[in-house]
């Protein structure tokens, strides 16, 4: 099979890698990729946005398969392009990638099929959101930009002054652009938050083991949200019982509700959840696998993604066959100085060759600079630990990250603490 991977951070090294290693793999491309895909794989300069682009390569290769990686492509009808041209793809349509295009779609959605997700209002004039807030007095509120805003456009506000410039930002200085032309405000959340991932054809439903991202910059959950600075996978919080009515009040009924609006979803359905005293809920489907979840995720897989793909995007994810290595991994996102606000770029990287067993790295914003590797974005790399245990497999993730350096890294200490943590109160 050719296959064409769309994307070029973590999540697509640690994607092409799992596909590389696919016996019918006959040929792999990454568009764009990064100097660690490089090594895998060939990489070809179009960028994860240029749909017609893509399709056109897609095209002239006669690629068998495209996967795509990030959601930008499939919010603008990436799959939709593909699947006229008679290509095959694995992601969901752009009716189906609404679902995170537009944050005030899924809510409706939730509301609609009765799936647990905090309260909720949507307004799309900035004078009747105002107005709400002055006469609202209950405290944290969640202010979201309805539109894509690579992670950065919800706001939680401690109180009416925070929630009115938080308003301010989002509908009037428009700082996430259009996506802030419709604003949701939600009941904030108490809880700990897990992640869980599924494959689905549109009907059948395979859902994957548990993870857990790291959001904030700091130690400890302080400081800015970021796209991601590490992940484990499982997360203890969800145990069987717990994953049983996650599948039963949210996933099945998730995948049934796009069915029955004509949406169906093909692809991976990302479920970001608050396991609440009275439930899970959800607070936010992405229609991709995270980053950096997949980065724990797709190495955990006994058997081969690329059959788990092909029969998805096939509508026939029953015939898949595959299991689960029951070794949990551990991923260390290792970030520029700046990140995530303003990402000083263009360090070499130090240490890449140095061995350590049970690690493998991902690369996400490096690039090639003659015969060296230097910094490109704001996470540069993701370091993924095996083990026997969650301390294990973090042991051996740190024991890696300390044999790479480049000028300014920033990386957190506290990466599965929360699950070990968990484990000690058993
Ligand atoms: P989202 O992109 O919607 O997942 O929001 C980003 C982060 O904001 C989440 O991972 C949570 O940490 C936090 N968050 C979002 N919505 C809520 C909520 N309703 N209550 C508490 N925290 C929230
Ligand atoms: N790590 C969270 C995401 O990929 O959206």
């Not at 959840?273 to 809920?281: D, Q, S």
């Not at 704001?378 to 630990?385: A, D, I, P, S």
């Not at 790479?404 to 990386?411: E, L, M, S, T």
């Amino acid at each position: 099979m050719r296959v064409l991977v769309v994307g070029g951070g973590g999540r697509e090294h640690a994607l092409c890698w799992k596909i590389a290693q696919s016996p019918k793999a006959t040929k792999v491309w990454c568009a764009p990729g990064n100097a660690g895909i490089a090594g895998v794989v060939e990489c070809v300069d179009i960028g994860a946005g240029d749909v017609e682009g893509l399709v056109r390569f897609a095209k002239e290769q006669r690629v068998d398969l495209t996967v795509v990686g990030p959601e930008e492509p499939l919010v603008k009808g990436l799959v939709d392009r593909l699947e006229e041209e008679g290509l095959r793809a694995f992601g969901p349509r752009k009716s189906a990638a609404e679902l995170e295009g537009s944050k005030a779609f899924a809510k409706d959605l939730m509301q609609r099929y009765l799936i647990p997700t905090a309260g909720f209002r949507t307004f799309r004039r900035a004078e009747e959101a105002r107005r709400y807030l002055e006469t609202h007095d209950s405290y944290p509120l969640v202010l979201k930009a309805d539109g894509l805003a690579a992670g950065k456009g919800v706001i939680i506000c401690r109180n009416a002054q925070e929630a009115l410039a938080a308003l301010s930002t989002i509908m009037v200085d428009k700082r996430f652009g259009n996506a802030g032309d419709t604003l949701v405000i939600e009941d904030f959340l108490v809880g700990e938050e897990a992640s869980i991932m599924a494959i689905t054809d549109g009907t059948n439903i395979l859902p994957l083991p548990s993870s857990q991202d790291h959001k904030a910059l700091g130690e400890g959950d302080q400081g800015p949200n970021t796209g991601g600075m590490g992940a484990y996978s499982p997360a203890p919080v969800i145990d069987e019982a717990m994953m049983r009515q996650i599948e039963r009040s949210i996933l099945v009924p998730t995948i049934h509700a796009m069915k029955s609006e004509g949406r169906a979803f093909r692809g991976v359905l990302y479920c970001g959840l608050m396991i609440t005293p009275g439930g899970p809920k959800v607070l936010e489907y992405n229609v991709r696998f995270g980053d950096p979840e997949a980065q724990v995720l797709l190495p955990r897989l006994d058997g081969d993604w690329l059959d788990v793909f092909t029969s998805a995007a096939d509508g026939r994810l029953d015939q898949a066959a595959f299991s689960w290595d029951p070794r949990p991994a551990v991923c260390v996102v290792m970030a520029s100085p700046g990140y995530p606000a303003k990402a000083t770029t263009g360090a070499p990287i130090a240490g890449l060759d140095e061995e350590v067993a049970d690690t493998v790295v991902f690369h996400g914003g490096t690039a090639r600079d003659g015969d060296r590797i230097v910094t490109a974005g704001g996470r540069v790399l993701g370091v993924t630990g095996f083990g026997d245990s969650i301390a294990a497999a973090r042991d051996r993730a740190y024991a890696r990250v300390e044999t790479i350096r480049f000028p300014g890294v920033h990386y957190r200490g506290d990466i599965g603490a929360k699950a070990l943590d968990r484990l000690a109160k058993k």
